[in-house]
């Protein structure tokens, strides 16, 4: 019995894994350097008085812009999900592509399309002065939370949508047998049951709203990320912008917090679907949001993007800048890096040791605005290592994108490899086999189908990422995001939309690519 037990314990250890336990580690390592070198450079520079940073402004703007995304994103999301998921008996894939459409906009793509064309000299309003119509001004944080809700719901949308897909049959007809109506089952049974996805994709839209600077910076909004860029760049305050990045990180902890607590008992249970049950009533009333939402989330902002754009000018730029050649590299060695990282931290979690949580500390990154993580890693470079990041090119900026996107992979990782039995494990463990023919001859085989899903993920993610580029790119690198902001900074909407043209483009065709791939691994 003792030597049972002692083999136990030498199958839990998975030798076999310890080249992804020493990359973790070292990832941790760096990953706790720049972070106490980035604490340690705040906390020895008290002498400036950081109130003189006008700090409140931006601090509310940031509050209330990702409070209100998040309320728009979570009205828009529910609604499209429970008229995708309870009133159409076909559930057609092509609707759900229409309805995550919106992914593929970047923030700040979507928004100058918008403030382009509401302003005073376009179209739009001129036509309706005619009638003697006047617009009122986007330009202000309603407006401003309105667009980021029409850009950003699908992430509501998708998460309320699967959860819904697995919960709505039970609750149909339980609320049958009691006699409820088809709304009183909507108000009082589906939508307390899916708060946890509401939540958690709500959170996804608050994380996003919060790291947003392009879109914010358009539409005349204050926040902290663009008072960061300020103090970066524009007063040379390094200090200053490095106190208002540790204060964005404390309002992103506390909303962290506040994810943990809202959806720490939440409890889905898969059972077997039902298909073909719908409802009948507000059929009319949904149906009519659906196609109202289509119109301003999809339609609009596609027909105007086009509207602008000069073909000869797309192909101009994209033969004579590289624009999409630097885009799209930064995007592969990005993915490829985040994958590397995402699979060592996945493979660690398998184990139990008492470093995990430290480990696990390190794949926050999405939660974090780019801003913040840039100002983070050039203060901590400058403070543990005497080194300014920018010297390294294009792999400082790289470092940065593989901190702000582990998270996706990191979680698909360990839930991948999560379905394989503990059993199987414990007889690779017990077979000897090298650690590269362990992963070749048995992991890849289970792990290969998240690897492209989290490249994909990743990789579109990187190329829509605007401040970390924007603060660590090298001299003369531009890239798409970096491109867009030169022209909307200037207010030139129609040089925009010609590197924006291609991002969309590729952007649509990633989230197809991934909605076909999700649908046919449900």
């Avoid at 196609?291 to 192909?315: K, R, S």
């Avoid at 199987?424 to 792990?447: C, D, E, G, R, V």
């Avoid at 990187?462 to 995001?481: C, M, N, Y």
């Amino acid at each position: 019995m003792p030597k049972q037990k002692k083999l136990l314990k030498t199958n839990l250890k998975l030798k076999h894994l310890n080249p992804w336990k020493w990359l973790s580690f070292a990832w941790l390592t760096l990953c706790g350097m720049i972070l106490v070198g980035f604490l340690y450079s705040n906390l020895t520079n008290l002498s400036t008085n950081f109130v003189s940073l006008q700090i409140l402004k931006p601090f509310m703007g940031s509050i209330v812009f990702g409070i209100g995304s998040m309320a728009f994103a979570s009205l828009i999301g529910t609604l499209i999900a429970i008229y995708f998921e309870c009133y159409q008996s076909s559930k057609s894939s092509f609707i759900k592509y229409i309805f995550a459409l919106p992914l593929a906009f970047p923030l700040y793509v979507f928004s100058f399309i918008y403030v382009g064309a509401f302003e005073y000299s376009s179209w739009i309003s001129t036509a309706l002065r005619g009638f003697g119509m006047e617009l009122p001004s986007i330009r202000n944080l309603l407006g401003a939370s309105f667009i980021a809700g029409l850009c950003l719901y699908p992430y509501v949308f998708l998460v309320v949508s699967a959860h819904l897909r697995i919960i709505y049959p039970k609750y149909y007809w339980a609320s049958k047998t009691l006699g409820l109506s088809d709304i009183q089952m909507i108000s009082r049974v589906l939508l307390p049951a899916l708060k946890p996805s509401i939540i958690t994709g709500s959170m996804l839209v608050m994380f996003e709203s919060l790291a947003d600077f392009g879109a914010v910076k358009v539409l005349g909004i204050e926040t902290l990320t663009t008072a960061i860029y300020s103090q970066w760049f524009g007063m040379q305050d390094f200090v200053g912008g490095s106190r208002l990045a540790l204060l964005l990180l404390l309002i992103v902890l506390f909303f962290i917090f506040m994810q943990k607590h809202f959806t720490r008992d939440s409890d889905i249970q898969k059972i077997k679907s039902i298909k073909n049950i719908k409802l009948v009533s507000g059929k009319a009333v949904l149906t009519t949001a659906a196609i109202f939402i289509g119109l301003l989330a999809i339609l609009f902002p596609f027909t105007q993007l086009i509207a602008w754009v000069d073909l000869e000018q797309v192909i101009r730029e994209f033969r004579v800048n590289n624009l999409f050649i630097n885009s799209l590299t930064l995007a592969v060695f990005g993915s490829l890096i985040v994958l590397l990282i995402g699979i060592a931290v996945a493979f660690v979690n398998l184990q139990d040791n008492k470093s995990n949580h430290l480990i696990n500390l390190t794949t926050y990154g999405y939660a974090l605005p780019g801003s913040l993580i840039a100002v983070a890693l050039l203060v901590g470079f400058k403070t543990m290592f005497q080194l300014s990041l920018t010297n390294l090119g294009i792999i400082g900026l790289i470092l940065a994108l593989s901190i702000r996107f582990l998270t996706p992979a990191k979680n698909y990782f360990i839930q991948s490899l999560g379905m394989i039995p503990r059993n199987s494990i414990h007889t690779l463990a017990l077979s000897n086999a090298s650690p590269w023919k362990s992963f070749i001859k048995f992991y890849w085989k289970h792990i290969r189908y998240t690897s492209l899903l989290v490249f994909f993920i990743v990789a579109i993610e990187i190329l829509k990422e605007q401040p970390a580029v924007l603060l660590l790119r090298p001299v003369g690198f531009d890239t798409l995001s970096s491109r867009i902001y030169n022209y909307t900074s200037e207010g030139q909407w129609e040089l925009a939309a010609q590197p924006s043209i291609l991002l969309v483009c590729i952007g649509v065709f990633f989230v197809i690519m991934l909605t076909r791939i999700q649908d046919r691994h449900e």
